[in-house]
T-cell receptor, first 114, second 112 residues
Framework: AQSVTQPDIHITVSEGASLELRCNYS??????LFWYVQSPGQGLQLLLK??????LVQGIKGFEAEFKRSQSSFNLRKPSVHWSDAAEYFC????????????FGTGTKLQVIP | KAGVTQTPRYLIKTRGQQVTLSCSPI?????VSWYQQTPGQGLQFLFE???????NKGNFPGRFSGRQFSNSRSEMNVSTLELGDSALYLC???????????FGPGTRLTVT
C-alpha cells in the first residue's frame, strides 16, 4: 500500500537558520508530490508541487523542495527561517493513473525560536 | 473567487447521534475530498467525489458516508457517533485530484 513518511514529528530551529523537512514515500512509480502548510488557526495552503521535469521546485514564501527518485524523497527546504514560518507542514502524494487518492504524511510541527 | 466554505464550523454531539457536515467548493471545481484530522494522525482520507460520483474511499467504517450534488457541493454524514469520531473534518476542492487542493477551514466535531 502507498505510504508517506515524515520522520520528524517536531523540529525546532532558530530564526535565520536553515531548514530541511523530510518526506519519503513508498510507491512503484513516480507520484505527484505536494507540500502543504497549516498555520495556527488557519487552513492548509499549498507551498509547492512536483509533477515532472526539473527536480528542484520553487514554492511560495521562499520554500523549495527537491525530488530524489533514487531515495524516494521530496524534502522541503528554506535557507533562512522566519518566525512566521512556525506551523505544521504536510507532505502529500498522489499516484498517477486512474482514480487515485491523496495520501498525507503525519506532519512535522516547526517551532521557531528567536 | 470565493474560497471553500464548510458549515457548521463547530459541533457538539452525543454518542449515538448522527451528524451531517457541508462543504461548498470553489466555483468550477468538480473534485471534493474529505479528510479527518486528529493530533498525531495527520490527515486521514475519507472519500473523494468528482461530478457526483465517489471515485475513492478511505479505510473508514460504513458509518461514514458522503455525497455530492450537481452544483459540486458535498455533504458527509456520520451515523452512530463514537467518542473517537471527535476530530477536525476538512473538505478540499480541486479541478481534479492531481491538482492543488484548496482547503476549507474545517468543522470541529466533538462527541461527548
Amino acid at each position: 500500500a502507498q505510504s508517506v513518511t515524515q520522520p520528524d514529528i517536531h523540529i525546532t530551529v532558530s530564526e535565520g537558520a536553515s531548514l530541511e523537512l523530510r518526506c519519503n514515500y513508498s510507491y512503484g512509480a513516480t507520484p505527484y508530490l505536494f507540500w502543504y502548510v497549516q498555520s495556527p488557526g488557519q487552513g492548509l495552503q499549498l507551498l509547492l508541487k512536483y509533477f515532472s521535469g526539473d527536480t528542484l521546485v520553487q514554492g511560495i514564501k521562499g520554500f523549495e523542495a527537491e525530488f530524489k527518485r533514487s531515495q524516494s524523497s521530496f524534502n522541503l527546504r528554506k535557507p533562512s527561517v522566519h518566525w512566521s514560518d512556525a506551523a505544521e507542514y504536510f507532505c502529500a502524494v498522489v499516484l498517477s493513473g486512474g482514480y487515485q487518492k491523496v495520501t498525507f504524511g503525519t506532519g512535522t510541527k516547526l517551532q521557531v525560536i528567536p | 473567487k470565493a474560497g471553500v466554505t464548510q458549515t457548521p464550523r463547530y459541533l457538539i454531539k452525543t454518542r449515538g447521534q448522527q451528524v451531517t457536515l457541508s462543504c461548498s467548493p470553489i466555483s468550477g471545481h468538480r473534485s471534493v475530498s474529505w479528510y479527518q484530522q486528529t493530533p498525531g494522525q495527520g490527515l486521514q482520507f475519507l472519500f473523494e467525489y468528482f461530478s457526483e460520483t465517489q471515485r475513492n474511499k478511505g479505510n473508514f467504517p460504513g458509518r461514514f458516508s458522503g455525497r455530492q450534488f450537481s452544483n459540486s457541493r458535498s455533504e458527509m454524514n456520520v451515523s452512530t457517533l463514537e467518542l473517537g469520531d471527535s476530530a477536525l473534518y476538512l473538505c478540499a476542492s480541486s479541478a481534479d485530484i492531481y491538482e492543488e487542493q484548496y482547503f476549507g477551514p474545517g468543522t470541529r466535531l466533538t462527541v461527548t
